[in-house]
């Protein structure tokens, strides 16, 4: 009996499941490669990274934006929630956190906080978070990464933004 | 012996050609979409959780940390408007009209996915810094050789290409609803280095 045809089945089957896992893995990996490199520099989770513009010798995340600023942390809520803030200032600014799959699960503007100030709990359930006066946003997954933006319109203003980027925050509740 | 080798044979092959094809789906198109406008891709699910895998996977690749559409839609050109490759050592003329978006901007990536060094650390330009025409229409220009406005450079490595991503932050309904009536630069290719 030939037995070739098995192999050839088999080896397409295998190959199959080994598409389907590179797909499903690769924002993973890539998520975790990015959380390392961004919570090494900011001296562990739940604690913020102030990068400077980007540049073409930026090579922590791909296609960054040279016209905004950055402020970034890993959050980890698996043992506690976790305290997000920052003044918000009179040009583009945004406050986005991302799911361990690369998922934009939250994101919320200047526009939108209608105040000089954001204050966010982060947590991995409604009650964890809950009690502190504060809006709780859940996070699908204990491990992901914040990410504040800022738009610099004009050089004269640089200085002014990159202050007020300086105080967001990342810290354990 | 010999069905031990098979085997380990059928995992490397299987591994080579399931990974191969993944990784070449996920990387030989960089952000992809559904929707194009002239050469200008993008996707309805970029950053969202209702992204499929293979979105999903582009975004980790090729754009990290991308907002979902009701923030900011991302629009990249890796072609001209002529379906050819951006290539470095070639000038091109970008022209529009201001984007229905609270600010856009051009930002010119290498293949790598980063910016591309230049000595004037000139990397895009956005509703804020584009010097317009008088019909307050703008021209960017994008190619080796310094231009005398609104230059975005290539670097000039002739063989090498490059790719151009349009951000619309806070786009208008209208634009959300529906980027592929979204009116976008043209990209004109003018000349080629030998």
Redesign the interface.
Known sequence: MKTWPI?LA???A???????????G??YG??NR?MAGIASQAGGVNKPLYPER??????G???????LLYTACVYDVSVQPVKLSSPVPDT?W?L?T?AS?????F?V?D?EVKSNRIEIILAANEEAGSGQGIPVIVA?SSKG?V?FRS?V??EDLREEIDAKRREANCEPL | MKLALKLVAVVVVALILGAGSALFVIRGFGLGGDIAVGPWVTSLTIGSTQADPYTRARVAVAGLLALNRDETIYFTAADDDDGEALRSGCTYKVTGSDLPARWWSVTLYGEDHYLVSNPKNLYSYGGDSVVREEDGSFVISVGPEEADRNWIPTGGQTGDTFSLTLRLYNPEPDAVRDPSAIALPRIAKETCQS
């Open positions: 192999w088999g080896t397409i295998l190959a199959a499941v080994f598409h389907i896992l590179t797909v499903f690769l924002p890539i998520m990015a980007a540049t073409a010798e930026s090579r995340i791909v296609r960054p934006s040279p016209d583009y945004s986005s991302f799959n690369t998922d934009n699960f994101v503007n526009r699908p990464i990410l738009l319109p004009s």
